[in-house]
Structures are given as C-alpha cells and as structure tokens.
C-alpha cells in the first residue's frame, strides 16, 4: 500500500519556506506521494445560509498547481495529489491546461483528485452556480479527459464549449482523476467516472463509503482491477493509531493511504516534518502494513 502525508498549510501561515522543506522532507523518509488541500476563498462564517465546513476566512491555502509547479522542480520521485481539487468552482480548460503543465513538468507524477466542495460563497466569488456543482463535475470529468488526448475538438455540453479547438502542450498520458466527497452522488460518480477515490476521516464511515463505491463500480459495468482507494486519515492522532488504521485500510483492499499531523498542535514545518518521520520510523519498525513509494 502507498503511503503518503498531508500538507498541513492552514497551520503554517502560508510559509513559502514550509513547502521547501516539507516537500523534501516528505521525499526524502519515503513517503509515497504529497497531498494537497484546495480553495481559493475564504469566508467568515457570520452569515446566512450557515457555512458547515470547518475553514474561516483565517485559513490559508496554497493554489494547488502553483504549488506542484514549484515541487515538480523540486523533487524527483513523490506523487503529487489534490486531495480535493474543487473542480466545479473553476474554468475547466484552463484546468485541463495547469494540469497538463504540472504532469509534464514533473514528469507524469500529477493525480488529480476532484470534489464538489462546501462553501458557497467561494463559488460566488469566482463566478460559478454552487447548486449545479455536481451536474457540472460530471460533465467536467469526460471533458478533462478529452481535452488532454485529441488533437482538436469540439464540444457543446451544459456548462462547457469548446468549437474546433485544443489545448497544447497535452499530457503525455491520461491524468488520473480520483473522486472525493463523503455523499451518495460522490461515491455514484467515483464508481462511474473516477480512476480511484479519495475517502477522509473515520475509518468506520469510510468503511461504509467505500462499499457504496464497490456498488457502483460494479454497477456501472467495470472492474475494481486498478481502481485506487485512497483513505486521508484525519482521525489518527498517534504514530500507533496511524499504523491500526493503515492495517486495517489494507485488509479492506485501501490500495492509498496519507498521514495527517494537522490538528496536533504542531506550529511549526519542523514540528510537522518530526511527526511524519516518527510516524515513518514507527511504521517501519512495526512492519504489519507492506508500504510502497
């Protein structure tokens, strides 16, 4: 199973430095892969309708590709991870296009991981209809992955168009693009459209996500032959509980798994960075999960 860590950037104040150190620090203990939190706005919660999610207008957040054009340079071997890009919010050509960029530039090591999100004010903000989200994402997902393999298009969709035209350079491959979210119409679109999924949190809950998953999966006709499962482990605090939860992610098929050190009070990348190698060094000498980078 690969094993890989959260950037914890809404804990390090937008420290350009944190993503150097961090992003080899994270390359250099073996860890598989770097997973990377989006948006874009933030938003006091002081209003009407209530926002649920957990980020204020105090939290910052890196752009995601800005970020992995810098790591793409920096590093050689991790996989870079959006975990989740809130797709729906953004303009998807140009999407398709930093996307492109980021998998060429750091040779073929991009996954982009897409969700719906929660904030609504965000997507007012950047010019998009929070209530058509899922609708959008749908459609976005086949567009994606048009744009990155024919020489030139067209395409007239609900939210979308594009009239005999192209994006250039395009990716030597098909990007992967993993499907995230904790509702029935996520888990539905990740076993109809994604090449994996991103589960977050409890192990329980993913547990019964995961299922909903395998359902659709096999409903819509594929095979779970290649199909990732990754869980984001919010809820393991101690390098103990992180390697119960990657035992017992394994047993259940989890082919991903991503350390998290946010929430613990760490303040500091060098705090972050002592965490995830006493979570790598406990997990190594433990040896009850096989990991691969």
Known sequence: MKVGAVYPQTELKGDPQAVHDIGLAIEKMGYSHLLVFDHVVGASHDREPKLWGPYTERD????????FGYLAGLTKRIELVTGVLILPQRQTV??????????LLSHERLRLGVGTGWNYV???ALGQDFHTRGARLDEQIGFLRRLWSEDVMSFEGRFDRIDKGNILPRPKRAVPIWVGGFTEPAFRRGGRMGDGYIFAGDIDHATEGLARVRHHVKDSGRSEDGFGKELIMLRAKTPQEVADTLKRWHDLGGTHATVNSMGKGLTTAEAHIDFLAEVRHHLDTAQTTPMVV
Request: net charge negative.
């Open 122 to 124: 965000e997507y007012d």
């Open 94 to 103: 140009l999407v398709a296009q930093q996307a492109a960029d980021v998998d």
């Open 60 to 67: 910052p957040f890196h752009d995601p590709f800005v970020m």
